[in-house]
């Protein structure tokens, strides 16, 4: 029998795969001046075609796990999200999924190999505090169990009333933890407790787990170890669309040779195929759900945690992009500022900008705003319309952009148009 022909395809193709896998390709259904209206349901179906939302605690412009909803489905109420995650039933819990994420109660269950294997997934400030301070840790699941939902801090306040605090730490990342946190983040590791919703200062109010997951999650088996990966490394694939072992392993941080060998499962259960892709020099992978647009017309601001910029090498691979979070880079050396997002027009990066909301002024202040290489004559009046378009979602009233970079002219110029006729959004300032 002859050998089998791998299929070709070409990177403009393999982008618009990526895009349909994203929910990018399509234009929002944010219709000028009369948007949907985005319900709970949409909420999720966006979610479960993602896998996953990250969470980041920075709130320069809005929380991390908010502006890809925004990406995909356009202005859309907040509340919404914290209705999902904060009421029963739940329809997202957190835990270290893309490192902190919000996932679905049943991609919570797929976890819990790496709650088993918490020596060796977990950072040092938390597993060593089991050994270091288990009687802290026993009184602390003591206490969750007794008052949950609660927070670090009320913890932490019971703990030095009764003589059992202890000076904060330092030594992981630089965070400052008490001890109530690190005895509540390894519980929270292993699964014992979780987040039960988050508190106006976004603080994790931890409960137990049982309390938390839908009654039929609890109820359900353990899976094991090999399942779990296989499962996780098919929920990237599929949210990719395309792309390496690299690409769908990062979705879930997948480490070791497990996932090398789930991917060959995969693909002798005809879940992946091996691709073709001219210009992109690795063996690449497509998703028996995969679809291939025509054409993407979708145009959305990306954030720096956005699911399709995960993987930074794979963006560069497939957009021509370079990009990197400059947040702890000094100002002094930062190429396009602190919290930049890349700007979707099409298939193509066309640019980036440096956003911050300026919630006391009222203001979506545009810092810095660079070309990119495929950046055209519509990228600037696209840019701007999304920029209206954000701030209205945000709660500004007007949006203001500085002197820096090779699109800001531009950018200034169209925002100080009126929108056009139907159009959604606020005027520059």
């Known amino acids: 029998m002859g050998r089998v022909k791998t299929e070709t395809m070409s990177l403009a193709q393999a982008r618009r795969v990526a895009l349909a896998a994203q929910g990018l390709h399509a234009p929002r259904p944010d219709d000028g001046a009369a948007p949907r209206q985005v319900t709970l349901r949409h909420v999720q179906r966006t979610v479960d075609r993602l896998g996953l939302l990250q969470i ?7 929380r991390a ?17 914290d209705r999902a995650a904060g009421r029963a039933p739940r329809r997202l819990v957190e835990y270290w999924g893309h490192v902190a994420s919000y996932v679905p109660p049943e991609t919570y269950r797929l976890l819990e190999w790496r709650q088993r294997a918490y020596r060796t997934e977990a950072w040092g400030a938390i597993s060593g505090v089991e050994l270091s301070h288990s009687a802290v840790v ?10 949950g939902p609660i927070t670090a801090g009320e913890v932490h306040e019971l703990l030095e009333a009764e003589g059992m605090g202890e000076a904060r730490t330092t030594t992981e990342w630089g ?3 008490s001890l109530a946190k ?20 976004f603080e994790r109010c931890y409960d137990l787990t049982e309390r938390v997951l839908p009654a039929a999650v609890v109820a359900a088996p353990p899976v094991s170890d090999e399942e779990a990966v296989r499962r996780l490394l098919e929920i990237g694939a599929r949210a990719h669309g395309v792309g390496t072992l ?4 990062d979705y879930f941080r997948l480490r070791g040779p497990a996932p090398r060998r789930a991917l060959d499962e995969l693909v002798e259960d005809g879940v992946l195929r091996p691709v073709e892709v001219r210009g992109w020099d690795e063996t690449t992978y497509l998703h028996r759900d995969a679809v291939v647009p025509r054409r993407a017309q979708g145009r959305a601001l990306l954030s720096p945690f956005d699911p399709l910029v995960f993987e930074r090498t794979r963006l560069e691979q497939l957009f021509g992009t370079r990009y990197r979070i400059e947040i702890y880079v000094p100002a002094a050396k930062r190429v396009h500022g602190y919290y930049v997002l890349p700007f979707l027009q099409g298939d193509r ?25 495929h950046a055209d ?3 600037a009046p696209a840019l701007a319309a999304e920029l209206r378009l954000m701030a209205t979602w945000l709660g500004m009233a007007s949006v203001v952009v500085g002197p820096l970079g090779d699109l800001a002219p531009a950018l200034a110029a169209e925002l100080a148009q009126p929108p056009a006729q139907g159009a959604a959004g606020v005027v520059a300032g």
């Open 56 to 62: 980041d605690s920075v709130n320069v412009l809005a």
């Open 349 to 373: 990066i066309t640019a980036k900008v440096d956003l911050k909301a300026d919630r006391r002024a009222g203001i979506l202040r545009v810092l810095a705003a660079h070309r990119e290489e």
């Open 138 to 147: 026993e009184h602390v699941r003591g206490i969750v169990a007794a008052r």
């Open 182 to 201: 690190r005895a509540l983040e390894f519980l929270f590791f292993t699964g014992e407790i979780t987040a039960a919703r988050r508190n106006a200062a």
């Open 246 to 249: 690299r690409c769908f392993r």
């Open 65 to 81: 796990h908010l502006v890809p909803l925004y990406s995909r489905l356009g202005p859309y109420d907040v509340s919404l999200l």
């Open 377 to 379: 004559a519509e990228t």
């Open 175 to 177: 965070w400052n933890w």
